[in-house]
């Protein structure tokens, strides 16, 4: 997870026409690069309009522009009503107060905040069961969300194994691709980047989001 982009301006629509509207929908999409505020994994048509402040708990900010983001079904159905007072995705740079790290071993995400939040602490409890799942084990749906996302972040490891090898321009320029603001993980590339200073000398200026 990182600091996600919102347009300061709300779409005309939104006041006529409310959240539903296909210009609100896409307004959103734009801004978030068509990524989940969560897992930072692109959808397509497995989207939802998500409200921090859930409609279940305030109805009165169902149509509040810095109330709504863009989120995954399978992450949007699991914060439900429970999480309405974690952070709003465009508040803080997350990358930097929440560490994101993998075990490999265990095959766990591990979520970590640098410092005593009551906002924070309930955003890590969302994170860690998107990741790890409700239960002593990962489910069905749990287990396919964990492969697709580890799909893509060991392909980032791969890349970067293979600059550490051969630090070519072509091999440098693969490791940035990685990097860019459209792609998924973005959160726990920046976390692995930054425990190795050489890695972080070298790509730190590539992991600058939406500030």
Same mark, same amino acid.
């Given at each position: 997870?990182?600091?996600?982009?919102?347009?300061?301006?709300?779409?005309?629509?939104?006041?006529?026409?409310?959240?539903?509207?296909?210009?609100?929908?896409?307004?959103?999409?734009?801004?978030?690069?068509?990524?989940?505020?969560?897992?930072? +994994?692109?959808?397509?048509?497995?989207?939802?309009? *998500?409200?921090?402040?859930?409609?279940?708990?305030?109805?009165?900010?169902?149509?509040?522009?810095?109330?709504?983001?863009?989120?995954?079904?399978?992450?949007?159905? +699991?914060?439900?009503?429970?999480?309405?007072?974690?952070?709003?995705?465009?508040?803080?740079?997350?990358?930097?107060?929440?560490?994101?790290?993998?075990?490999?071993?265990?095959?766990?995400?591990?979520?970590?905040?640098?410092?005593?939040?009551?906002?924070?602490?309930?955003?890590? *409890?969302?994170?860690?069961?998107?990741?790890?799942?409700?239960?002593? %084990? +990962?489910?069905?749906?749990?287990?396919?969300?964990?492969?697709?996302?580890?799909?893509?972040?060991?392909?980032?490891? +791969?890349?970067?194994?293979?600059?550490?090898?051969?630090?070519?321009?072509?091999?440098?320029?693969?490791?940035?691709?990685?990097?860019?603001?459209?792609?998924?993980?973005?959160?726990?590339?920046?976390?692995?980047?930054?425990?190795?200073?050489?890695?972080?000398?070298?790509?730190?200026?590539? %992991?600058?989001?939406?500030?």
């Amino acid at each position: 997870m990182i600091k996600v982009y919102k347009s300061d301006k709300a779409p005309e629509k939104l006041a006529e026409a409310g959240y539903t509207c296909d210009e609100v929908k896409q307004a959103i999409l734009n801004d978030q690069k068509d990524k989940c505020y969560l897992c930072e +994994r692109k959808v397509t048509t497995d989207y939802q309009v *998500e409200h921090i402040v859930s409609r279940t708990n305030n109805k009165e900010k169902v149509n509040e522009w810095e109330n709504l983001f863009l989120a995954c079904n399978y992450c949007n159905d +699991r914060k439900k009503h429970y999480y309405d007072d974690i952070p709003l995705p465009n508040q803080l740079e997350f990358e930097n107060v929440i560490s994101q790290t993998i075990n490999l071993k265990t095959q766990k995400a591990d979520f970590r905040i640098s410092k005593i939040n009551p906002q924070l602490a309930k955003l890590k *409890e969302l994170l860690d069961k998107l990741f790890n799942g409700k239960g002593i %084990c +990962r489910n069905l749906m749990e287990n396919r969300f964990w492969n697709d996302f580890m799909s893509v972040y060991r392909n980032f490891l +791969r890349r970067v194994a293979a600059y550490k090898i051969d630090p070519t321009e072509e091999n440098k320029q693969l490791v940035i691709e990685e990097l860019s603001i459209e792609q998924s993980a973005l959160g726990f590339k920046y976390a692995f980047l930054n425990k190795d200073a050489e890695l972080w000398s070298e790509f730190q200026d590539y %992991c600058k989001w939406n500030k």
